[in-house]
């Protein structure tokens, strides 16, 4: 049974820096691409970064430069590193995993789903 479950989620001022955890159960994290995803109040869910299964990494060019996906095979774990936090990064980040095929952008991509964790920059 595949379970993932965020953390690290909290309310930062603009330039800060957070490091959110997904910890994953029921698969191995190196063989399946797992990615983040966010979604802000009234908005769409939207990608912020994917880490292939081979561990190299892609993000959206909302994020790219500020933050890093990471993860530790051993201890089953997928981390989010954001610097540089602006308000617009305000949302409730979630962890997904096994990707489907198609455009990776799309949460329809992702299979499997934590229930998040909340972030919120202030100005």
């Known amino acids: 049974q595949v379970r993932l479950v965020e953390s690290g989620g909290n309310s930062v001022q603009t330039g800060g820096s957070l490091r959110l955890s997904c910890a994953a159960s029921?698969?191995?994290?190196?063989?399946?691409?797992m990615a983040w995803f966010r979604q802000a109040p009234g908005k769409e869910r939207e990608a912020v970064a994917r880490i292939y299964s081979e561990g190299y990494p892609d993000y959206s060019d909302s994020v790219k430069g500020r933050f890093t996906i990471s993860r530790d095979n051993g201890a089953s774990m997928l981390y989010l590193q954001m610097n540089n936090l602006q308000p617009e990064d305000t949302a409730l980040y979630y962890c997904?995993?096994?990707?489907?095929?198609?455009?990776?952008?799309?949460?329809?991509?992702?299979?499997?789903w934590g229930q998040g964790t909340q972030v919120t920059v202030s100005s």
């Open positions: 029921g698969f191995a994290i190196e063989r399946k691409d």
């Open positions: 997904a995993a096994h990707y489907n095929g198609g455009t990776w952008f799309r949460p329809a991509a992702f299979k499997y």
